[in-house]
């Protein structure tokens, strides 16, 4: 059974970091297309940054060059580091695994509050 599971939340200041972690079982991120989303209070979720199966990079425009998406394969594990943070990036971050366009699955979400 895939489970996902975040780590690495918390609260920081406006201009702090934080590294999130989502470690994986039952799949291999490395070859998984493998995604870090976020979801505002009164808002829907959406996509922050993703990693493909082939290492491709996609950011949303907002957190370019200020966010980072890895993967480790030995720890199958995937990581957003996310550096110059901003109250606007408050959210709960989820991790989402894309098995196919009809298939994925999400790990519990790690709650993000960044103070002003």
């Known amino acids: 059974q895939v489970q996902l599971v975040e780590s690495g939340g918390g609260l920081v200041q406006a201009g702090g970091s934080l590294r999130l972690a989502c470690a994986a079982s039952?799949?291999?991120?490395?070859?998984?297309?493998m995604g870090w989303y976020r979801q505002a209070p009164g808002k829907q979720r959406g996509l922050v940054a993703q990693?493909?199966?082939?290492?491709?990079?996609t950011y949303i425009d907002s957190v370019k060059g200020r966010f980072t998406i890895s993967r480790d394969s030995a720890e199958n594990t995937v990581y957003l580091q996310m550096n110059s943070l901003k109250p606007e990036d408050t959210a709960v971050y989820y991790c989402?695994?894309?098995?196919?366009?009809?298939?994925?699955?999400w790990g519990q979400g790690t709650q993000v509050t960044v103070s002003s």
């Open positions: 039952a799949i291999l991120v490395s070859r998984t297309t």
């Open positions: 989402d695994a894309r098995l196919s366009l009809l298939k994925n699955y």
């Open positions: 990693i493909s199966s082939n290492g491709a990079l």
